[in-house]
């Protein structure tokens, strides 16, 4: 039975709740259903107006829907069941590569630019019937194509504002490449969340020997656009920040990026001292890499690599590698992605559940409350930090 510390909500839905969790997030989105199954089934709200509140407990809240492709490729989106009246949750993650679909005999596996038409395909069967759509996108669909440098397209802006004529109220993400994108639809819902309680919470879960001042601990911006991350958890952490900035040759283009070619450090010494290294993402991994060892080359102690999306686009080789050679020592990347079998099963992977997370900022909505303390976790975090150091460093 899960831990049942669901928050004390006392105001009237919505409407009756309605999770789509897309095939792309449908580990995350049963685990996020249980929870919310758990805490109402302890709360007493349908006996008190069983009007009101009808449907308000169930088995599942999950609603079936899927997406079935011709053998053109061609595909269409379909529900199982009502949903008029329904305050909807649609999860997707487009970044899950795992899935496959037939493509005239040939098995094409599933791109970022699949998924989204997917989620399309699913709100426009809803036909306008759901009270309210909120779409849960981890990672933001284009949100590194947030800005124009020549004369390129503003995919992550147009995407947004596709969403919203379509009919949907609001979007979650997490940890945006640029916040700043949702100037693209001022007037409709945005929030970009930042895990970092969940991170730390994770950290001092499996790791107990920590000691978190300022003598034994530091993090570490990889670069320039990760610094507001680093700033925050050496704040709440109260400890030393450093950064590094790259280097590019402007000259050449390879893979769609200008290569680097140095890290530049800025800080305080880290000799003798665990670094957090944070930042959004890990996509191929160099940049990370890369870090850590000039940080290792700085005498460093042991090096955490802290992402919120592990992409891992160039597969786990060169993380067995920097591991083994004791450059890094664990990654840290949270379940709004998807992980393959093989990064679960590393050792020196430490997975950051954000299912309770999510549900909790679900639960809170579907009733039209406040979410605003669970995107400021500076007391969670507090207590959190007190809490270990009791448990540790007497």
Known sequence: MMQTDARMLNSIPVGSLGIIALDSCKEIGDKIDKYIVDWREEREHERENPIIYKG????????????????????????????????????????????????????????PDDHYSDL?????????????????????YEGRQHKRTGRESLDCAYMLQELTSMGVDNIITFDA???????????????????????????????????????HLMTISPDEGAMGRAIYFSSVLGVDMGMFYKRRDYSVIVDGRNPIVAHEFLGASVEGKDVLILDDMISSGDSMIDV???LKARKANRVFACATFGLFTNGLENFDKAVKDGIIDYVLTTNLVYQSPELLSRDWY?????????????????????????????NRINKLLTKYRNEHQN
């Open 292 to 294: 850590a060892k000039q």
């Open 56 to 111: 308000y407990t169930c088995d599942s809240y999950l609603i079936g829907a899927k997406c079935p492709r011709f053998g053109s490729g061609e595909a269409k989106g379909t529900i199982d069941e009502s949903i008029r009246g329904k305050d909807i949750y649609i999860l997707v993650d487009i970044t899950n590569h795992s899935l496959t679909y037939k493509l005239c005999g040939n098995e094409n596996h599933m791109s």
């Open 350 to 378: 430490i997975n950051v559940d954000m299912s309770k997370y999510i549900a909790y900022i679900i639960d809170t909505l579907n009733h039209d409350e406040s979410i605003s303390d669970l995107l400021n976790p500076v």
């Open 120 to 140: 399309k395909r699913i709100v426009a069967a809803m036909g306008g019937k759901a009270r309210r759509i909120t779409v849960i996108m981890p990672f933001l």
């Open 177 to 215: 490449h640029d916040p700043r994108v949702q100037n693209a639809i001022p007037l409709s819902g945005f929030e970009t969340i930042q895990p970092i309680y969940q991170f730390l919470k994770a950290l001092t879960k499996n790791i107990e020997d920590l000691k978190l001042d300022t003598e």
